[in-house]
Each structure stands twice: as C-alpha cells, then as structure tokens.
C-alpha cells in the first residue's frame, strides 16, 4: 500500500512545483510586458514621434492648402491676363 502512496504522492508534489513555476514565471512575464513598454514609451515620448491619427490629419491639411494655392495661383493668373489685357487699367485705390 505505501508503494502506490508514495508515486502518487511524487507525482502531486510534482504536479504543485510545476504549477507554482508557471505562475512565477507567468508572473515574470507580465513584469517584463510592463518594463518594456514603459521603456519603449518613454523613448517615443523622447523622440517626439507623433500618433498616426495626428499625421494623417496633419496631412490633409497640407493636401487642402496645397489644393487653395493652387487655386488661388489660378485665379491670380486669370486676373493678371485681364490687367494685361487692358493696358489703361491701374489699380483703383491710387494708394496701392
């Protein structure tokens, strides 16, 4: 009787250790998970990247204005054919 209670004692025994190591090392994992990403947001932080979302809108503002330029590159064009065209045409505030 005590040769089949001495291997099932081992075995629980066994069984124990090896659950208390897989939470110690579950444990040390989520520490590690924890020191890493403080490290990797501090050194973000330190290079003063900025968030996707902040770039892309960052971006269709600089899509939009280069856009207005355009046009209004346009427009200063068109009135400028138009003054050349009537040769006599001065600016109407003589202050200008």
Same mark, same amino acid.
């Given at each position: 009787m005590s040769n089949s209670r001495g291997p099932s004692r081992m075995l629980d025994e066994f069984a124990r250790i090896v *659950?208390? *190591?897989t939470g110690a090392a579950q444990g040390v994992r989520r520490e590690i998970e924890t020191a890493v990403r403080s490290q990797t947001e501090r050194l973000?932080?330190?290079l003063e990247l900025v968030q996707r979302e902040e770039f892309e809108v960052v971006r269709e503002m600089a899509i939009r204005a280069r856009a207005e330029n355009e046009e209004l590159k346009r427009r200063i064009a068109a009135l400028e054919a138009r003054g050349a065209a009537t040769p006599d045409a001065?600016?109407?505030d003589p202050s200008i």
């Open positions: *659950t208390d *190591t973000i932080n330190q001065g600016p109407s």
